[in-house]
């Protein structure tokens, strides 16, 4: 309650999350009061959907799902509510829903004490993070943007994996279309006819080689792009990094003014290191996503190196294949003069 109670810093104005992509956030269970302030906390975040019990918010997930709708990016999830408790809704998503914390995170909230018992029986149950009530409007948003950045940086690892497959399925094809005129080359006495026919399949090669060459270029400037939601979220984080500075500062201003050894001081002292461990934990998850999205450019970039060279290679060969042809038909035009 003294967290709740204590005044917030001001907060200056960012970019929103929404920008390049505003999550969907599930709300289960969390009591009218709670759930206001969720809304106000979060409304420049996400999208927040509210569902009374459990059961509500598993048949929520089942018509998404039906509908061939993506999940929610998180799922809020209160303990104490009629019918399922926290728990059970907890087991019953992991097993019908999605196992992964990384495809479909779960913040379980409670009141209950002691806090660090109750927080291990919902990560045994699957929840991937916990928050006590009452709760800090800035440790809620900083839990739900860790959650909402880790969804983010999926969705560009996903798109990138899928360009590069691209990318690579037009160089194959080339390559398949350039090996077909090969092989006819090396089994057949060609005729005019059929020079000609290859001729007209070359140029439809190089014309195909030429395309992949420009979509590897444009697929090079996605790239880019795709990088620039990066660089918004380290702004973003260096940002949340200034507000929980900011925090880390009235808190220890705060237990200064309770008496040592106190109870609440023991328990903001020991809520303080809590919150330090996750912050670290971002930290290292943000790293790691920066890291990946390096490596992939650095094999794209070495594929798009390679491709170019075997294009090349294979064009020079078929040109030396074609030359003889291209006299022998030219001695035989020659010779069919009067």
């Not at 759930?35 to 409304?43: F, G, P, R, W």
């Not at 459990?54 to 019918?83: C, F, I, N």
């Not at 194959?172 to 059929?194: F, N």
């Amino acid at each position: 309650a003294d967290l709740v109670a204590m005044p917030l810093p001001p907060v200056a104005a960012s970019q929103p999350t929404e920008k390049f992509v505003r999550g969907l956030v599930l709300s289960v269970g969390v009591d009218e009061l709670s759930q206001e302030a969720m809304k106000i906390s979060l409304e420049d975040m996400c999208d927040l959907h509210s569902t009374m019990d459990g059961k509500e918010a598993l048949q929520y997930l089942e018509d998404r799902r039906t509908t061939g709708l993506s999940l929610p990016d998180l799922v809020l999830l209160d303990m104490q509510m009629p019918g399922m408790t926290g728990f059970e809704v907890c087991v019953e998503i992991r097993k019908s829903f999605e196992q992964e914390h990384a495809q479909l995170p779960i913040i379980m909230v409670s009141s209950r004490t002691p806090a660090d018992t109750v927080a291990i029986k919902s990560f045994q149950a699957g929840s991937t993070d916990f928050l006590g009530k009452p709760f800090s409007p800035q440790v809620l948003r900083h839990k739900v943007k860790v959650a909402l950045d880790i969804m983010q940086e999926r969705a560009i690892w996903a798109s990138m994996a899928h360009i590069l497959r691209e990318a690579t399925d037009r160089v194959s094809s080339a390559e398949v279309h350039a090996k077909e005129a090969e092989t006819k080359l090396a089994s057949m006495q060609l005729s005019s006819k059929d020079q000609e026919e290859l001729r007209a399949r070359m140029e439809v090669a190089e014309l195909r080689a030429k395309k992949a060459e420009q979509e590897l270029a444009e697929m090079k400037e996605k790239q880019k792009q795709k990088q620039q939601p990066l660089a918004e979220m380290k702004e973003k984080h260096g940002h949340q990094q200034q507000l929980l500075a900011q925090l880390k500062d009235m808190n220890e201003q705060h237990m200064k003014e309770q008496p040592q050894g106190s109870a609440q001081h023991e328990d903001m002292k020991e809520q303080q290191e809590q919150q330090a461990q996750k912050v670290q934990a971002a930290e290292l998850r943000a790293e790691g996503a920066e890291q990946k999205v390096a490596n992939m450019e650095s094999q794209l970039l070495q594929m798009q190196h390679q491709h170019k060279q075997q294009l090349r290679v294979q064009e020079q060969m078929l040109q030396r294949r074609l030359q003889p042809l291209y006299q022998q038909q030219q001695q035989q035009q020659q010779n069919q003069q009067p």
